[in-house]
């Protein structure tokens, strides 16, 4: 699906963050300027190797000069972060799909309570900038394993206006954050934004829904799909290209992406779990077998789109189309 055209961007910073986290800055080519974006929104890099993974964006959305992203060096990483670590360098350019996002922060007057666990403080870090420059009520609460493993502490703390806000908790120095009283301790009518581990964030939530909180003030980031439970085996199904009739088989243990690609068709895939959305395709006939974290309950009853990356096909054939 179009994303809008590829900006080329400049690695004009590279730090270290923390501990197997760093820290880039991208800015455009003289003479071009960037597209926007909002705070909890992520930039998709096309990396060396012909990768192209997600990663959020940092810094307040008002800067139109930069995007500053926070990457995590993955161990299980399948080549994404390891590029970013290891074969990034300042000078070097490469190309990005405009600014997506999928975790906005609302625009609304209510108290918001960020939580952040690990990797998750960097969309939270711009919500943060964002709701500091507009006077905006908030608080942030931060944990990670380790002081080491805490990113962008040089923000966070000292005299920087977010410190007042900000309460850090570091495993190795015995710090816990009950999350149940944090989140008690929030005025009525708050918001929560949570992102982080899996198990972090469903704590959260959790903690949050037994205290009384309405799903529409509860908002989460998902780096990675969480396992989806489906009935029966999977089968075999066709794909029909529209407007040119192609059909291409997608066999089990196949996923239709795969297919699509070995099949030579154009089709741009990142998180490969359901949960980017790069890969949305419109489907013009057929009932997909929905497997994705991306689309909501509503948008999957319609059968008029699907993530290939994940899904499959309860009918035998699928047609979609490619051309938008």
């Known amino acids: 699906m179009n994303a809008g055209p590829l900006q080329t961007l400049r690695v004009t910073a590279k730090r270290v963050a923390a501990e197997d986290v760093c820290e880039l800055t991208l800015e455009p080519l003289p003479g071009m300027t960037l597209a926007p974006f909002e705070a909890g929104a992520h930039l998709e890099l096309h990396l060396p190797g012909g990768l192209l993974r997600p990663y959020s964006l940092s810094n307040d959305p008002a800067e139109r000069h930069r995007y500053v992203l926070g990457v995590l060096r993955e161990p299980a990483s399948r080549g994404g972060s390891l590029a970013v670590h290891d074969r990034l360098e300042v000078g070097q350019t490469l190309q990005a799909s405009p600014p997506r996002c999928h975790f906005p922060l609302q625009a609304t007057p209510a108290h918001k309570l960020l939580l952040a666990g690990g990797i998750g403080i960097t969309p939270l870090l711009a919500m943060a900038r964002q709701l500091a420059r507009e006077g905006g009520s908030f608080e942030l609460h931060y944990a990670a394993r380790s002081n080491d493993r805490m990113a962008f502490t040089d923000v966070l703390t000292g005299s920087g206006p977010l410190a007042a806000r900000t309460r850090l908790y570091a495993g190795d120095q015995g710090e816990r954050i009950d999350l149940a009283e944090v989140i008690a301790a929030q005025a009525a ?59 291409v088989s997608v066999p089990v243990g196949c996923t239709a992406a795969q297919a699509l690609q070995t099949a030579g068709l154009p089709l741009l895939t990142s998180c490969e779990q359901g949960v980017c959305g790069t890969c949305l395709t419109r489907v013009v006939s057929g009932e997909p077998d929905h497997r994705d974290q991306y689309l909501t309950p509503e948008e999957q009853a319609a059968n008029d789109q699907f993530l290939p990356c994940c899904s499959r096909a309860r009918s035998t054939r699928l047609v979609i189309d490619l051309s938008v």
Do not use: K
């Open 189 to 247: 009518g708050s918001e929560l934004y949570v992102c982080g581990p899996a198990g972090f964030m469903n704590a959260a939530l959790q903690a949050a829904r037994e205290q009384g909180w309405a799903e529409s003030r509860l908002h989460r980031e998902l780096f990675g799909a969480e396992p989806v439970t489906h009935s029966g085996a999977d089968r075999a199904f066709e794909i029909e290209i529209a407007g040119s009739g192609q059909i």
